[in-house]
Nanobody
């Protein structure tokens, strides 16, 4: 069983930065792929970024490439999403998710464990 808790969301001005954290607890956390998804208001949940268990491989949605960075610190059982140059369209509830390797890296259904989400609101 893996439990995830996101934190770090809030209100930020366009062009600013936030760092989201995903604290994990449970067995073999270091063996799990970790990903961030987001759900803008009124829209469907979408993939943001994912990172391999070792941190050696990362993938990003085109919409956030060059602006967001996913990372993890397995010793702290925590994953991060550094968000820079935030845009109005980045406003969403951001979710952390984990799962064992073997599924599709950008498919929400392949991540069995999810946090409750943290709100990120970008203002003009």
């Amino acid at each position: 069983q893996v439990r995830l808790v996101e934190s770090g969301g809030g209100l930020v001005q366009a062009g600013g930065s936030l760092r989201l954290s995903c604290a994990a607890s449970g067995r073999t956390v270091s063996e799990y792929i970790t990903a961030w998804f987001r759900q803008p208001p009124g829209l469907e949940r979408e993939f943001v970024a994912t990172i391999s268990p070792s941190g050696s491989t990362v993938f990003y949605a085109d919409s956030v490439k060059g602006r967001f960075t996913i990372s993890r610190d397995n010793a702290k059982n925590t994953a991060y999403l550094q968000m820079n140059s935030l845009k109005l369209e980045d406003t969403a509830v951001y979710f952390c998710a984990t799962g064992l390797e073997g599924g599709e890296w950008n498919r929400a259904g392949d991540y069995p464990y999810w946090g409750q989400g943290t709100q990120v609101t970008v203002s003009s």
